[in-house]
């Protein structure tokens, strides 16, 4: 299972796509390609923000695509991510390092779920018992 950080959910919106997110995203099979609604929380959030316009409807069309055709593999904030999110996010601020909320919900959805965080922000997630690719990085 390989969950998709909002880094990587954004890059696939636009009129150009990433070439290098598409094609590492073409070497797994799409079922075990997974959201989180913090992701998609995060993602709406940012076209809401946007000014009307084209360029807005036009993402706002394209996330509205994939959220589609993630129907049935968005991930939720279950009572176990919730109880994972309480105990990484207290380990991270007594080790001097704590995190954005946002970044512990999804990692603890990761590691509730059995999932590899895909992101660009691997050092976000650094010291947690999750599997991280950067597929910015990575071939």
Same mark, same amino acid.
């Given at each position: 299972?390989?969950?998709?950080?909002?880094n990587v959910?954004?890059?696939?919106?636009?009129?150009?796509?990433?070439?290098?997110?598409?094609?590492?995203?073409?070497?797994?099979?799409?079922?075990?390609?997974?959201?989180t609604t913090?992701?998609?929380?995060?993602?709406?959030?940012?076209?809401?923000?946007?000014?009307? &316009? *084209?360029?807005?409807? !036009?993402?706002? =069309?394209?996330?509205?695509? %994939?959220?589609?055709?993630?129907? /049935?593999?968005?991930?939720?904030?279950?009572?176990?991510?919730?109880?994972?999110?309480?105990?990484?996010?207290?380990?991270?601020?007594?080790? &001097? *390092?704590?995190m954005e !909320?946002?970044? =512990?919900?999804?990692?603890? %959805?990761?590691?509730?779920?059995? /999932?590899?965080?895909?992101?660009?922000?691997?050092?976000?997630?650094?010291?947690?018992?999750?599997?991280?690719?950067?597929?910015?990085?990575? &071939?």
């Open positions: 299972m390989i969950v998709l950080d909002t959910i954004s890059e696939l919106q636009g009129r150009t796509h990433s070439e290098r997110i598409l094609n590492w995203l073409d070497g797994y099979d799409v079922e075990t390609l997974f959201l913090i992701a998609v929380a995060e993602m709406r959030y940012g076209l809401e923000l946007l000014d009307d &316009g *084209r360029r807005k409807a !036009t993402l706002i =069309a394209d996330f509205n695509r %994939i959220e589609s055709e993630f129907a /049935g593999r968005i991930l939720g904030f279950s009572p176990s991510a919730a109880n994972r999110h309480g105990l990484l996010a207290a380990q991270r601020r007594k080790a &001097g *390092r704590p !909320t946002k970044d =512990a919900m999804i990692a603890a %959805i990761c590691l509730a779920n059995g /999932g590899t965080l895909a992101t660009r922000n691997t050092r976000d997630f650094e010291g947690l018992d999750l599997k991280l690719v950067n597929p910015f990085e990575d &071939g």
